[in-house]
C-alpha cells in the first residue's frame, strides 16, 4: 500500500516482555506469522497476514518494562513538524523524531489527556500493507479518552482532520476524517472503566469470526472486556492479551443495524 495521508493511521507495535508469547498468541488468534528478529534494531519484528505486514512486536528497552500495550502510528510527511504541533497544542513529545535505518522516522506522543501514540514518516516503510478487511490486518482505532475536551482540539490541530460527533445520548463519540475517509475514532470513557486503567488507542484487527477469535483468545488466556456485539460496523470484542496489553477483533462482515446518525462539529 503507498504513504497514507498525513493524519491517517499507518502502522501499530507493541512492547512484550515475553516476545515469544506474544508470537505465539496472536499468531493462534490471528493467524500472524512473524519475520525475524532485527538485531540492529531492538530485535523488532514484523508480523504478517498472507505475507503482507500489518505489525510488530519488540521486547522493551531495559528499565522500560511496563504493561504491554498497542501504540498507533500515524503518517507524516515532516515528523519533525508534526512533533512541534504536539507541543504548540499542550502534548507531550515522549520521543524525538528519530531516523530508523532507510525505514523512515519515528516519533512519539502523548496528548494533553495523557493518550500515547506515534507518528510515522515513511521513507521505505510505507507502513501496513494489508487492507483493512482482510483477516489479520489493522482495521480501525479509537481514542479512549476521560477528557475528551483535551483531545478533540488536541487531534484536530495536529493532524488535519475534520471530526463528526455520534448523535447518541448514551455514549460520547467522535470520528475524525482525512478528507472524505473516516480514520479514527475517539470514545469518552465512563466510570464502568476502572481509574487505573489510562487513557489509550485501542487497535481493532480484522477476523473471519469474532466469536471463534474470541474462544481461541480467552482459552490461551486473554480477559474478554466487552462483547461479543453486532454493530452496523461489524461484529466486534474487546480483549486484554495474556500479558496485559487492550485490542479489539472484528468481523466485518457480519454487520447489523442503521448506521449511527452524526453531525459536523470541525
Known sequence: MAVQPEGTPCWADAMFSDVEGAKSFYG??????????????????????????????VPPMPGQ?????????????DASGTAAKIRDNGGE?????????????????????????????????????APPEQPGAFCWAEVF??????????????????AKQM??????????????????????????????VPPYINVYFTVADCDDAVAKATKLGAVLRFGP?????GRFAALSDPQGASF???????????????????
Open 167 to 196: 448523535e447518541d445520548d448514551g455514549i460520547d463519540f467522535r470520528m475524525f476524517n482525512v478528507g472524505d475517509h473516516t480514520v479514527l475514532g475517539r470514545m469518552k470513557m465512563t466510570e464502568e472503566f476502572p481509574p487505573e
Open 93 to 129: 513529545v515522549l520521543m524525538e523524531p528519530m531516523q530508523v535505518g532507510e525505514f523512515g522516522t519515528m516519533c512519539l506522543g502523548r496528548d494533553p489527556s495523557g493518550v500515547v501514540f506515534g507518528v510515522w514518516q515513511a521513507g521505505q516503510h510505507e507502513g501496513f500493507e
Open 229 to 233: 456485539m453486532d454493530s452496523p460496523f
Open 65 to 77: 518494562e511496563e504493561q504491554s500495550q498497542w501504540c498507533l502510528y500515524f503518517a507524516t510527511p
Open 28 to 57: 493462534d488468534v490471528l493467524g500472524w506469522t512473524f519475520g525475524e528478529a532485527s538485531t540492529e534494531y531492538g530485535n523488532y519484528t514484523q508480523a504478517y497476514a498472507d505475507g503482507k505486514a500489518v505489525a510488530a512486536v
Open 248 to 266: 479489539s477483533v472484528i468481523d466485518v462482515t457480519t454487520t447489523s443495524g442503521e448506521m449511527p446518525q452524526t453531525t459536523d462539529v470541525s
Open 145 to 162: 479518552t476521560r477528557e475528551p475536551e483535551k483531545s478533540d482540539p488536541f487531534f484536530s490541530a495536529v493532524f488535519p482532520y475534520t
